[in-house]
């Protein structure tokens, strides 16, 4: 990244000098959170009016206590490491050039970091999201992870990370939206948007880059390992050649996507089948019968009626929807 930016982003904040000054390593909570019985920090009270995107740097050398955001946060770290606690108990350590990917449902607070700790947050609210999903039309993990996050639902766990380090596209595109955003100028929205839709198709080509792979984080591994077999083996996978595949068994299985996602196997597995119904509906003109079989129904009838359940509505009407659209 370059030096002008690096240089940018390290300045010492007047909080964190308040907080060198002051000694005891915490934060003014007052300047964060305006509502203080409600630990959310608030989009209205960050970005200014009409603005979908802007970043700040994480507050270094004091204790950031347990909050979740009403927006979706985007996290990368320019140099050393951040460490996050998830949900009051797992040790997240994020290193240098990983990309943290936030629900708006995750809670999580961060440990100290010292004056070469550098991360950028990236508040990004909903609608931003409309041209990078429109370029990036493909199913993967961290697609439905973000349409996930803009519809409130929880199918893919609280956070994605994704490790980058030496990825010179990404830094190259992250040093992009870094630099329009800090630019102020309003007529670069285009260009965050479109650069934020690079990103995702460059992150795209690294899949196995996706997840924890520390061993404070063998339960995230083993989530982030099923919901990425449930995308790639949707059409005729099963919960036993998972269970042989990471060597836990089945029970184990249900337990953690219950846990994390609120949905068993076989209900991620039909949600995954009717998004790919979905996606051909929009994105094609194969007639409905022959992406029933490229999804993995036998049962014509059963499609339609899950189909309906799920988005209100026949594949016939979804499509004539989407064609006007």
């Not at 370059?2 to 390593?25: A, F, T, V």
């Not at 990036?136 to 490790?163: K, M, T, W």
């Amino acid at each position: 990244m370059r030096k002008e930016i690096i240089d940018y982003l390290s300045k010492i904040s007047e909080e964190e000098q308040d907080i060198l000054d002051r000694g005891d390593h915490t934060i003014r909570r007052e300047l964060h959170f305006k509502d203080n019985d409600n630990m959310v920090i608030k989009y209205a009270d960050l970005l200014k009016k009409g603005r979908l995107i802007d970043i700040n740097v994480n507050t270094r050398f004091a204790y950031f206590p347990l909050h979740k955001h009403d927006y979706i946060e985007m996290t990368y770290v320019v140099s050393g490491e951040i460490t996050h606690i998830m949900n009051s108990k797992e040790k997240l350590i994020q290193k240098k050039g990983d990309l943290l990917f936030l629900n708006k449902r995750a809670s999580h607070e961060l440990l100290p970091a010292s004056k070469d700790d550098i991360a950028v947050n990236f508040l990004i609210l909903p609608d931003f999201f409309q041209t990078p999903l429109a370029m990036f039309e493909q199913e993967n993990l961290l697609r439905n992870f973000i349409v996930d996050c803009i519809s409130g639902e929880n199918n893919y766990g609280d956070y994605i990370l994704i490790h980058t380090d030496g990825i010179i596209q990404v830094e190259n595109l992250l040093e992009n939206m870094i630099y329009s955003i800090i630019d102020k100028n309003h007529s670069n929205n285009f260009i965050i948007q479109s650069s934020m839709g690079l990103l995702f198709s460059t992150l795209s080509l690294y899949s196995d880059l996706i997840g924890n792979k520390s061993k404070d984080n063998k339960e995230t591994n083993q989530l982030i390992t099923v919901l990425k077999y449930i995308e790639d083996n949707y059409k005729n996978g099963t919960l036993s050649e998972i269970s042989d595949k990471i060597g836990c068994p089945t029970y184990y299985i249900s337990r953690l996507l219950k846990k994390h996602t609120g949905n068993n196997f076989k209900d991620l597995l039909q949600k995954r089948k009717l998004r790919q119904a979905a996606h051909l509906l929009e994105s094609s003109t194969i007639v409905t019968d022959e992406i029933i079989a490229k999804i993995g129904y036998e049962n014509s009838s059963y499609f339609y009626r899950c189909f309906k359940k799920e988005y209100g509505m026949s594949p016939k009407e979804y499509r004539k929807l989407h064609s006007h659209l």
